[in-house]
């Protein structure tokens, strides 16, 4: 597909780094499954995957956690 931001570059498989605040809570996921532009580098998460990321950021402020950091397996 077609980068949405960079509007030149092509998408492929590949992984990002996502950092979330979240009320005071920093949440960073790693290898996050994502497609990625391999011209400007823009990640596009699928609405499952954000999804995910979402859910566990929720668990680390409901832990009472200042910073989080993850790896995402799926």
Do not use: H, W
């Not at 570059?9 to 391999?38: F, I, Y």
């Not at 954000?50 to 950091?69: H, P, Q, W």
Request: glycine fraction near 6%.
């Amino acid at each position: 597909m077609t980068c949405y931001f960079c509007k030149t570059g092509e998408t492929a498989p590949g992984a990002t780094t996502v950092t979330l605040d979240r009320n005071g809570t920093v949440v960073v996921v790693r290898d996050v499954p994502a497609d990625v532009c391999q011209q400007c580098g823009e990640a596009f998460l699928s609405v499952e995957v954000a999804d995910e990321v979402s859910r566990r950021a929720d668990k680390a402020v409901e832990n009472g956690a200042e910073i989080e950091i993850l790896k995402y397996a799926a």
